[in-house]
Nanobody, 119 residues
């Protein structure tokens, strides 16, 4: 129904910023609730941020609140994750995911983009 491709990852110094993008094809992103997750080597996948399909309301993990911002551009069919004040512990593969409602799982996933934050 929808295909997701993340981009924008890379290597950045601690305290720096990156903007991740998640471009969709197929269905328009406005019909989906979107989220970002991340997974570091040897650790469980963790939730980062979510944006609702209904009213663009957002919610963040405590670890990133105040530093990260999730947003969507429906005209561009793209979801973003603006990451500021990056820390080494933010190093992970970042994935975007989609679901059609709060009653469903995040069953559409991108391939991931690597973010590495150096000290």
């Amino acid at each position: 129904q929808v295909q997701l491709v993340e981009s924008g990852g890379g290597l950045v110094q601690a305290g720096g910023s990156l903007r991740l993008s998640c471009a969709a094809s197929g269905r328009t992103l406005s019909t989906y609730t979107m989220a970002w997750f991340r997974q570091a080597p040897g650790k469980e996948r963790e939730f980062v941020a979510i944006i609702s399909r209904n009213d663009d309301s957002t919610y963040y993990a405590v670890s990133v609140e105040g530093r990260f911002t999730i947003s969507r551009d429906n005209a561009a069919n793209t979801v973003y994750l603006q990451m500021n004040s990056l820390k080494p512990e933010d190093t992970a593969i970042y994935y975007c995911a989609a679901r059609v409602s709060s009653t469903t799982n995040f069953n559409y996933w991108g391939q991931g983009t690597q973010v590495t934050v150096s000290s």
